[in-house]
C-alpha cells in the first residue's frame, strides 16, 4: 500500500457537483493499493497513520501529536494512480490491484480505521468515482508511506519495469 497523506486545516470531496464528504482539521490520505498487498499491510498502514505525529502539542512542541491525540478527523480517498509506471509519457498502472479486489480491500482498510479510532471522525470518497478532492493543506505538511510488503514487491518487479538503455557501454 502506499499513503500520501497531508495535514489539513479542510478537506473535502465532491462527485458531481455535490459534497459527499468533507472535514475540518486532520488529515487527508490518498490512498493506492498495489496487486501485492496483503492484509498485513492494511494493519502496518492503520497504525502508522493513526500514531503519525504531525500535529503540535497544546504547549506549541512541534511534531508532538497525533490526529488521535487531537481527536481530529480523517478523510481516506482511493486513488489508483498513485501506482502508476509512465511508459513514455503514458501512465500504466498494472502494479495496482484490480478494480473489484481493491474496493473490497479499501473497504476493510477504511473498516479497519473506524475500529482502530472514532468511527464518526472517519470519512472517505466514493470509491471508484471521478471526484474532486479540495485540500486546504496545513504547513504544508505532505507525508508519503508505503508498506513494508510494497518496498519488497518493488524491488522484485523492478526488473522487469526497467527501460531498456541504449547508452553505449563506455567500460
Known amino acids: ?7 489539513v486545516q479542510n478537506a473535502s470531496v465532491v462527485v458531481n457537483d455535490e459534497i459527499v464528504s468533507q472535514i475540518g482539521r ?10 501485492d498487498d496483503r492484509p498485513e499491510d492494511m494493519d ?3 497504525r502508522k497513520i493513526l500514531s503519525l505525529r504531525v500535529f503540535d502539542s497544546e504547549d506549541g512542541k512541534r511534531w508532538s501529536d497525533s490526529v488521535v491525540d487531537k ?3 480523517i478523510l481516506s ?12 509519457n503514458k501512465p500504466d498502472f498494472h502494479h495496482a ?9 479499501y ?15 472517519i470519512k472517505d470518497g466514493v470509491f471508484g468515482a471521478l471526484m474532486a478532492v479540495n485540500i486546504c493543506n496545513d504547513g504544508p505538511v505532505t507525508i508519503t508511506l508505503e508498506s513494508p510488503s510494497l518496498k519488497q514487491s518493488s524491488a522484485r518487479h523492478q526488473t522487469t519495469d ?3 538503455d541504449d547508452r553505449p557501454n563506455l567500460l
Not at 482511493?78 to 502508476?84: A, C, E, K, W
Not at 490491484?97 to 480491500?105: E, G, I
Not at 476493510?108 to 473506524?114: A, D, I
Open 97 to 105: 490491484m484490480d478494480s473489484k479486489k481493491s474496493q473490497l480491500f
Open 1 to 7: 500500500m502506499r499513503a500520501v497523506i497531508q495535514r
Open 71 to 73: 481527536k481530529y478527523e
Open 26 to 35: 486532520g488529515l487527508c490520505l490518498l490512498i493506492g493499493i498495489s496487486r
Open 162 to 164: 526497467q527501460i531498456p
Open 44 to 46: 502496518y498502514m492503520v
Open 107 to 121: 473497504d476493510q482498510f477504511v473498516t479497519k480505521l473506524r475500529q482502530s479510532y472514532e468511527s464518526d471522525l
Open 77 to 88: 480517498v482511493s486513488q489508483f494512480t498513485l501506482y502508476s509506471h509512465l511508459k513514455g
